[in-house]
């Protein structure tokens, strides 16, 4: 795992939302829509250490979730249309937010990860 050095200059945050590398800031992150690279092509940085997991998923269903139903709740409330107009609100509003934020959000976590050093945890048993 190559995790030298880890305090650069590039914010993790700058890094995440233009799916950089997180060292250089000039690497491409991913090499297909989702798929991380296996290297920064510009600094050689191994992205090896990447665990986002479904961390992006949970923010991005909780953020996307909360906003679409509470709107489509208020348009009910208010108007009251028809089940088909519904369905065109907020299907795109769904698929804008949630395909649209998970890419930044997950190069954002993946950044995090580097600039903080995340590792897997590990149990102390005081063994010396």
């Keep these: 795992m190559d995790l030298q050095p880890f305090h ?3 914010s993790p945050y700058t890094a ?3 799916c950089s590398c997180p060292r250089c800031g000039r690497g491409r992150l991913f090499s297909g829509f989702l ?3 296996p290297s920064c092509t510009n600094c050689g940085l191994d992205y090896g250490f990447d665990d986002s ?3 992006p998923v949970v923010f991005i269903i909780l953020a996307a979730g909360s906003l679409v139903v509470g709107l489509a709740l208020w348009v009910e409330l ?3 249309p028809p089940f088909w107009v519904h369905a065109l609100l907020w299907t795109p509003l769904v698929l804008l937010s949630t ?3 998970l890419r930044p959000l997950k190069a954002t976590m993946i950044a995090l990860q580097y600039a ?3 590792q897997e945890g590990r149990l102390d048993r005081g063994d010396a």
């Design 8 to 10: 650069t200059g590039v």
């Design 16 to 18: 995440g939302l233009t």
């Design 35 to 37: 798929t991380v690279a």
């Design 53 to 55: 997991g479904d961390g």
């Design 78 to 80: 208010t108007w009251a």
């Design 99 to 101: 395909l649209g934020l």
């Design 116 to 118: 903080k050093r995340a």
